[in-house]
């Protein structure tokens, strides 16, 4: 088996010599022409089933050469037995919900996630009943109907590392599913860790570059069989563009990750000197990792960190406002940086107590860090903060003379 970073490069690119090609080649067609009506029919019914196609693609929302592609490549990136791609994560987290659903009636997840996958699972819009955990409190709260075990790690916004291991062995067989999307596959492969299903929002670093959404899970073929039968009956599909722009994204992800780690690394370093910030967050620091996991289930501590302002929200949304580099947008993974206040916006949806129990406060600002040079993401992060700070004092200094 090759490595990770061979596979980013030839994953789903295996029969390039037979088409005589050297790029991916793009499979627009919605539909496609049956030349055997009966082979047809039954064709279409297995991959109504979650099958693969033994014959034609029949309609685009069952099958598509395109968006096969990058699923191959994702499966073999990941370890697993199949991978099953959608048009966005959230409607990767919606199908594998449903899957879960049909095999018992009950979920556990670890806070925090995903603001909206946090949003999904309590609007119990699936009608499916959940428990928010700690990850100590999941052997306790599986129950005979628990079909799923769902988890974050490095966790969206707060970068709270979870050992999946422990996870596994806590949660007594019930399916794991870990949403990896912070890691990518070149810093963490949680089925090799023994979880069942892996997932990613492949809108941030597979793609890369901010102009492509989608989504993709891999792992366990019985499982992912199911998950692509509801793909089917939902329609919630890749478009074969998308496909090709996350699978293209891939060639880099190994050099594009390594060097937005490393500058994170370095920013992270220099962001916890800074006299404007009371904390940094970022997994490469002992106290973050108290567990020790990178370097062991992870294989560096990424390229996303956060950081509490001291000034609270006026502070923050200040900082965000007067970067000049740096881009104020949600998202993340991105070749450039990104800085977001996730309790107003990804995070938005989470109930305020949630929030505060979970350290998601008014003061916390989240950032992606790109390729640019680092020392030129600290200068604008700090004329930012200075800039944002005097606004802030002259602020308490008017309403201080007004009193």
């Excluded at 009506?37 to 395109?66: K, Q």
């Excluded at 928010?132 to 005979?144: K, Q, W």
């Excluded at 860090?369 to 005097?390: H, I, N, T, Y």
Aim: glycine fraction near 8%; include cysteine; charge should be negative.
């Amino acid at each position: 088996m090759y490595s990770r970073d061979t596979q980013t490069i030839h994953g789903g690119r295996e029969d390039f010599s037979t088409l005589g090609v050297h790029a991916a080649p793009i499979d627009l067609s919605t539909t496609y022409p049956i030349s055997d009506l009966e082979g047809e029919r039954d064709n279409l019914l297995a991959m109504a089933h979650g099958e693969a196609p033994n014959g034609g693609s029949v309609y685009a929302r069952l099958h598509n050469p395109t968006v096969a592609r990058f699923e191959s490549a994702m499966a073999q990136l990941e370890r697993g037995d199949d991978a099953v791609a959608f048009a966005s994560g959230m409607a990767t987290l919606t199908a594998i919900l449903m899957a879960a659903k049909a095999r018992g009636n009950h979920v556990v997840a670890i806070r925090p996630i995903y603001g909206g996958s946090d949003h999904l699972l309590t609007s119990e819009l699936l009608g499916l009943p959940v428990t928010f955990v700690n990850p100590d409190e999941v052997s306790n709260a599986i129950r005979p109907e628990t079909s799923l075990v769902i988890l974050e790690t490095p966790a969206n916004p707060t970068l709270r590392l979870v050992s999946i291991r422990k996870i596994v062995e806590a949660a007594k067989g019930v399916p794991v599913l870990v949403d990896s999307t912070f890691a990518t596959p070149i810093l963490q492969c949680p089925l090799e860790l023994g979880a069942t299903l892996v997932m990613h929002s492949a809108t941030k670093y597979i793609g890369g570059h901010g102009d492509a959404m989608g989504g993709v899970v891999s792992g366990n073929a019985e499982w992912i069989k199911a998950i692509r039968s509801i793909r089917v009956a939902t329609g919630a599909v890749l478009h074969p563009m998308a496909a090709y722009t996350l699978h293209r994204g891939l060639q880099t992800l190994g050099a594009r990750v390594r060097v937005a780690q490393a500058n994170a690394t370095q920013l992270a370093f220099s962001l916890r000197e800074h006299p404007f910030i009371e904390s940094v967050w970022y997994p490469g620091f002992r106290d973050c990792d108290t567990d020790q996991l990178v370097g062991d289930e992870l294989r560096g501590p990424g390229a996303m960190l956060g950081f509490t302002v001291r000034g609270g929200f006026e502070v923050a949304a200040d900082v965000m406002k007067f970067v000049r580099l740096c881009t104020p947008a949600v998202s993340l993974g991105s070749t450039d940086t990104l800085i977001q206040h996730p309790a107003a916006l990804t995070h938005g949806v989470v109930d305020e107590e949630v929030k505060n129990k979970l350290g998601i406060s008014e003061s916390f600002l989240r950032l992606s860090v790109g390729l640019e040079d680092p020392r030129d993401l600290l200068a604008d992060l700090s004329q930012a903060l200075e800039k944002a700070s005097s606004h802030h004092a002259a602020r308490v200094d008017s309403e201080s003379r007004v009193a």
